[in-house]
């Protein structure tokens, strides 16, 4: 499965972006798909997750502001930001995972001007 992130540019504070993740097979065999982030300089985070059934988890920093979706005939993962904050700025990696391998995105630059 090859996947392709798109969506990222620069946006203002308190705007939002839609990120979306394509992916070259189908999702509905993945057990969970997810977008993580990487800022400079720190860790990559999970940012939210969305599984086979369609139950969600986020991370604490994005709960509230942003939403995570799937549509599986189009084999596409979506994250809407809203209310973005500075501290949003990063890499968005989006990853697909069944229960024998995992795949990942290239990534796509979101950045969040003050």
């Known amino acids: 499965v090859q996947l392709q992130a798109s969506g990222g540019g620069l946006v203002q504070a308190g705007g939002s972006l839609r990120l979306s993740c394509a992916a070259s097979g189908s999702i509905s065999s993945m057990n969970f798909m997810g ?41 596409t993962v979506y994250l809407q930001m809203d209310s973005l904050k500075p501290e949003d700025t990063a890499v968005y990696y989006c990853g697909a995972f069944s229960g024998l391998a995992s795949y990942w995105g290239q990534g796509t630059l979101v950045t969040v001007s003050s």
């Open 35 to 75: 977008w993580y982030r990487q800022a400079p300089g720190k860790q990559r985070e999970l940012v939210a997750v969305i599984f086979s059934g369609g139950s969600t988890n986020y991370g604490d920093s994005v709960k509230g502001r942003f939403t995570i979706s799937r549509d599986n005939a189009k084999n």
